[in-house]
């Protein structure tokens, strides 16, 4: 099997990038500083609409932070699944830990069972849990079909060692995908050290605002950012190089 590059996209039109760089997957986000949370029913419907061949996966994740759901987000998160359905995506992404941060399974299998025939993801909820090999071996009872991972290190370089570990203790049954810091420069290493065949990347580039006027002193957010006349999208040359 070749190699799989699943682009994390941040707009329907880096969706549109993600596949005319060749890429057989998005997991479709907003708010990526954050870690991504749920895009809104037009993004993803304008996503579909101006794609054609590529699988969209939408994250299901109420807000930023960690994985500890309340009742309130997690009625929220159910409402999405169900958005999801209805759109008929490719798949959904998610991730819930316990207090103790172990996986939540009673709350993976209610989510699973919500998300009916979609494919399910769990996403770097995995990379903060307690015990990975526990959390393993519990997403394949659950029946996830892969976990998105950077071996519970900042970036997949450093967790190669974790995730050669897991692809071989998963032994095919799921899917062990890379992500966070997966580049074109690095792909090949961590392909060849974890015997992964899927990877997480983002191949991304600047856009620059065509706004002439400028009132650069009244920001519209807390996060530190550059300029915010300056946002990234998928660059269909950058996904070239994964490829």
Request: proline letters at 4%; hydrophobic letters at 40%.
């Given at each position: 099997?070749?190699?799989?590059?699943?682009?994390?996209?941040?707009?329907?039109?880096?969706?549109?990038?993600?596949?005319?760089?060749?890429?057989?997957?998005?997991?479709?986000?907003?708010?990526?500083?954050?870690?991504?949370?749920?895009?809104?029913?037009?993004?993803?419907?304008?996503?579909?609409?101006?794609?054609?061949?590529?699988?969209?996966?939408?994250?299901?994740?109420?807000?930023?932070?960690?994985?500890?759901?309340?009742?309130?987000?997690?009625?929220?998160?159910?409402?999405?699944?169900?958005?999801?359905?209805?759109?008929?995506?490719?798949?959904?992404?998610?991730?819930?830990?316990?207090?103790?941060?172990?996986?939540?399974?009673p709350l993976m299998r209610k989510l699973i069972d919500a998300s009916g025939a979609l494919s399910v993801t769990c996403h770097r909820a995995f990379?903060?849990?307690?015990?990975?090999?526990?959390?393993?071996?519990?997403?394949?009872?659950?029946?996830?079909?892969?976990?998105?991972?950077?071996?519970?290190?900042?970036?997949?370089?450093?967790?190669?060692?974790?995730?050669?570990?897991?692809?071989?203790?998963?032994?095919?049954?799921?899917?062990?995908?890379?992500?966070?810091?997966?580049?074109?420069?690095?792909?090949?290493?961590?392909?060849?050290?974890?015997?992964?065949?899927?990877?997480?990347?983002?191949?991304?580039?600047?856009?620059?605002?065509?706004?002439?006027?400028?009132?650069?002193?009244?920001?519209?957010?807390?996060?530190?950012?550059?300029?915010?006349?300056?946002?990234?999208?998928?660059d269909r040359k950058e996904v070239t190089a994964y490829i």
């Open positions: 099997m070749g190699r799989i590059i699943e682009i994390c996209a941040n707009s329907a039109q880096s969706c549109v990038e993600a596949e005319a760089g060749g890429a057989t997957r998005v997991e479709l986000c907003a708010a990526i500083p954050e870690g991504g949370t749920t895009p809104s029913y037009g993004e993803i419907r304008m996503a579909q609409k101006m794609t054609s061949t590529i699988h969209i996966n939408v994250i299901i994740r109420p807000r930023g932070g960690d994985f500890l759901y309340t009742p309130v987000e997690v009625e929220s998160m159910l409402y999405d699944l169900d958005m999801a359905k209805r759109l008929n995506v490719h798949g959904v992404v998610f991730g819930c830990l316990t207090k103790e941060g172990d996986i939540d399974v990379d903060v849990c307690r015990d990975p090999f526990v959390a393993l071996e519990q997403l394949i009872e659950l029946g996830c079909d892969r976990i998105l991972t950077s071996g519970q290190q900042p970036d997949a370089v450093r967790g190669i060692p974790l995730i050669r570990e897991l692809v071989q203790r998963a032994d095919g049954r799921i899917i062990i995908m890379p992500g966070a810091g997966v580049r074109s420069t690095n792909i090949a290493r961590i392909e060849a050290e974890t015997g992964a065949n899927e990877f997480h990347t983002s191949a991304r580039s600047i856009v620059y605002s065509q706004m002439e006027y400028r009132n650069e002193n009244v920001p519209m957010g807390s996060s530190v950012v550059t300029s915010e006349f300056e946002t990234v999208q998928t």
